[in-house]
């Protein structure tokens, strides 16, 4: 497994590494990937892999990087109010959740709920639409409603915790982090499957 991020590496040593938010910023920098310092890590793990597959260094995604005018929580935000400079703020949180109990008293916020809600928010105007804040508030009910949410696509540790967790109701949550913990190490990928796969392997030579 590579120890450190380079042009040369492999896709395969790429994905079984676990890398971190700076070191993915420096080296997304270092191979000329546009803003590098203002992606997620997410984007940036896509955009890197677009690199060692193609050698191009290009930006990951459509959303605004540079925020400029008015914030909406200075315009007054209220439910008529078109998304254009969203601010992920206590202020705004505070208006979405306030809202939403009103339209549906019921709803109790879940995990996860947020993250979701703010891919949505940016697909929706990355794509041409106009959404507004009643739309994002149904979509924040909706979301809380879900029975259960689909897997990130790039939420390795959080998909890694929920499934060995659900795999034996016995284990602490202590214990899935310390199988994470191990997980990072190893030169598989950083899911559950080839967690369990490696424990096996491991069990098998010492026998």
């Given amino acids: 497994m590579a120890d450190a991020l380079s042009p040369t590496m492999t896709l395969r040593d790429f994905e079984n590494g676990y890398w971190y938010l700076e070191q993915l910023k420096n080296f997304a920098g270092r191979i000329g990937i546009p803003e590098a310092k203002k992606l997620r890590k997410d984007e940036l793990e896509k955009a890197i892999v677009a690199f060692l597959r193609t050698g191009k260094a290009a930006l990951p995604t459509k959303r605004s990087l540079r925020k400029t ?54 697909g929706q105007t990355t794509s041409g639409k106009h959404p507004t804040y009643r739309d994002l508030v149904r979509r924040y009910i909706a ?5 259960r949410f689909e897997k990130v696509p790039h939420g390795r540790y959080i998909n890694f915790v929920a499934e060995f967790l659900a795999a034996d109701k016995r284990v602490t949550r202590a214990e899935a ?19 369990v796969k490696a424990r096996a392997k491991r069990k098998g030579k010492s026998r």
Avoid: C
Avoid at 143 to 147: C, F
Avoid at 177 to 184: G, H, P
């Fill in 69 to 122: 005018g008015v914030k909406d929580v200075e315009r007054g935000l209220n439910l008529k109010l078109r998304i254009e400079n969203y601010t992920s703020n206590r202020e705004t949180k505070d208006f979405i959740v306030e809202q939403a109990h009103l339209m549906a008293p019921e709803v109790r916020e879940k995990s996860g709920v947020w993250y979701r809600l703010n891919r949505w928010r940016e």
């Fill in 177 to 195: 982090i310390a199988a994470w913990t191990e997980l990072k190490k190893l030169d598989v990928p950083k899911d559950y499957a080839s967690w």
């Fill in 143 to 147: 979301l809380n409603k879900m029975e």
